[in-house]
């Protein structure tokens, strides 16, 4: 990863809420070992793990969704198990988002990539807008369904192959995050003056608003500096730094993968 990204990663259920139950396995106790072992896998490649729970308590979807917002997060991963209405019906690897086509839908296509080739039947992406960890998360969010706990070839694939699920879950983020990176537009800004001094950028800043100029302060490598606009064209921010220079601004150029 070029940058470090933050991961929030949800043990589905917990304390007095168990989950799916199928002859004494409970879904809380999988959800929780596998989602500690996919976020040590995800700490020792770079990443920035932030659990919303490491043992057996229980919080709400809503406050999981509100964890993982006040963490900011920039990915959230929900770890479960499927289970049927009866038994044994249902087998297989399954991806819920909120909705599809966006970054949510790319992690949860990269997820479930990694799993089939462990031999997991794919069940695919579904959108679920109504599952409140899902809809009131402010970062993309994947509930991973990891086989289904009412299936015993599915709990001997669990068991017998559980570093190798926790290793696909893991690469499935880190493959779709890097390729996120790839896809984040670059911005090309004017910046206009860097100071030690947060109030000579804040006058700065000031100033330049004040004459009509979309300008703004970042604070980045020790420095507030005082940068104007947010282009997509690299043309437009050069028309914008010729502006300023004819206004006996000094100018330079610069492009960001991100505002500010």
Same mark, same amino acid.
């Given at each position: 990863?070029?940058?470090?990204? *933050?991961?929030?990663?949800?043990?589905?259920?917990?304390?007095?809420?168990?989950?799916? +139950?199928?002859?004494?396995?409970?879904?809380?106790?999988?959800?929780? *070992?596998? =989602?500690?072992?996919?976020?040590?896998?995800?700490?020792?490649? $770079?990443?920035?793990?932030?659990?919303?729970?490491?043992?057996?308590?229980?919080?709400?979807?809503?406050?999981?969704?509100?964890?993982?917002?006040?963490?900011?997060?920039?990915?959230?991963?929900? +770890?479960? *198990?499927?289970?049927?209405?009866?038994?044994?019906? @249902?087998?297989?690897?399954?991806?819920?988002?909120?909705?599809?086509?966006?970054? =949510?839908?790319?992690?949860?296509?990269? +997820?479930? @990539?990694?799993?089939?080739?462990?031999?997991?039947?794919?069940?695919? +992406? !579904?959108?679920?807008?109504?599952?409140?960890?899902?809809?009131?998360?402010?970062?993309?969010?994947?509930?991973?369904?990891?086989?289904?706990?009412?299936?015993?070839?599915?709990?001997?694939?669990?068991?017998?192959?559980?570093?190798?699920?926790?290793? !696909?879950?893991?690469?499935?983020?880190?493959?779709?995050?890097?390729?996120?990176?790839?896809?984040?537009?670059?911005?090309?800004?004017?910046?206009?003056?860097?100071?030690?001094?947060?109030?000579?950028?804040? =006058?700065?800043?000031?100033?330049?608003?004040?004459?009509?100029?979309? =300008?703004?302060?970042?604070?980045?490598?020790?420095?507030?500096?005082?940068?104007?606009?947010?282009?997509?064209?690299?043309?437009? $921010?050069?028309?914008?730094?010729?502006?300023?220079?004819?206004?006996?601004?000094?100018?330079?150029?610069? *492009?960001?993968?991100?505002?500010?």
């Amino acid at each position: 990863m070029e940058t470090k990204k *933050r991961i929030v990663i949800d043990a589905g259920h917990g304390g007095a809420e168990p989950g799916a +139950i199928y002859e004494g396995r409970k879904e809380k106790d999988d959800n929780l *070992r596998l =989602a500690l072992a996919v976020g040590r896998l995800l700490e020792d490649a $770079g990443a920035d793990v932030f659990y919303t729970r490491v043992n057996d308590v229980f919080d709400s979807p809503l406050e999981k969704a509100q964890m993982a917002n006040e963490a900011e997060g920039d990915f959230l991963i929900s +770890i479960h *198990r499927n289970a049927m209405p009866q038994p044994g019906t @249902g087998s297989g690897i399954l991806s819920l988002v909120y909705q599809m086509g966006g970054p =949510a839908e790319r992690v949860a296509q990269s +997820i479930n @990539g990694e799993l089939a080739q462990l031999g997991f039947q794919d069940l695919g +992406i !579904a959108e679920r807008p109504g599952l409140v960890i899902l809809r009131r998360s402010n970062m993309p969010a994947v509930l991973v369904e990891a086989g289904f706990i009412d299936n015993i070839s599915d709990n001997e694939q669990f068991d017998n192959q559980f570093n190798q699920i926790a290793q !696909a879950i893991a690469d499935g983020v880190l493959k779709a995050v890097t390729q996120e990176e790839a896809r984040e537009p670059e911005f090309y800004q004017v910046q206009v003056g860097a100071y030690e001094n947060k109030a000579m950028a804040a =006058a700065l800043t000031r100033e330049l608003q004040s004459k009509g100029y979309p =300008a703004f302060m970042v604070y980045q490598d020790g420095y507030y500096k005082v940068r104007v606009g947010a282009f997509l064209n690299m043309d437009n $921010g050069v028309n914008m730094e010729r502006e300023l220079r004819r206004n006996g601004y000094p100018t330079m150029l610069i *492009r960001e993968k991100k505002i500010g």
